[in-house]
């Protein structure tokens, strides 16, 4: 069983930056892949980044390469999404995910936990 927290979500105008964390607890933190996904109003939840089990890989949504970067830290139990050069279009309610494919999956249904999510608002 993982429990996650995510955090960090605020109000930013465009081109600003932001850094979510994704606490977790529980024993296994260390075997679970962790990914980042976000829902905006009106819109399906969409795969923003994730990372593998031991953060050798990660992969990202075409639309935020090069400006988003998830880590890991597994001393700490947390997951990292730094947010770079935001637009509006990131305004999102973003979501960590723990799941046991162990690889840094894009498809939510290798997901078995999620936290409750955080709110990120890009202004124009």
């Known amino acids: 069983q993982v429990q996650l927290v995510e955090s960090g979500g605020g109000l930013v105008q465009a081109g600003d930056s932001l850094r979510l964390s994704c606490a977790t607890s529980g024993r296994t933190f260390n075997n679970y892949a962790i990914g980042w996904f976000r829902q905006a109003p009106g819109k399906e939840r969409e795969f923003v980044a994730a990372?593998?089990?031991?953060?050798?890989?990660?992969s990202y949504a075409d639309s935020v390469k090069g400006r988003l970067t998830i880590s890991r830290d597994n001393a700490k139990k947390t997951v990292y999404l730094q947010m770079n050069n935001l637009k509006p279009e990131d305004t999102a309610v973003y979501y960590c995910?723990?799941?046991?494919?162990?690889?840094?999956?894009?498809?939510?249904?290798?997901?078995?936990?999620w936290g409750q999510g955080t709110q990120v608002t890009v202004s124009s």
């Open positions: 990372i593998s089990w031991n953060g050798d890989s990660t």
């Open positions: 995910a723990a799941g046991q494919a162990l690889s840094a999956s894009y498809l939510p249904h290798e997901y078995s936990y």
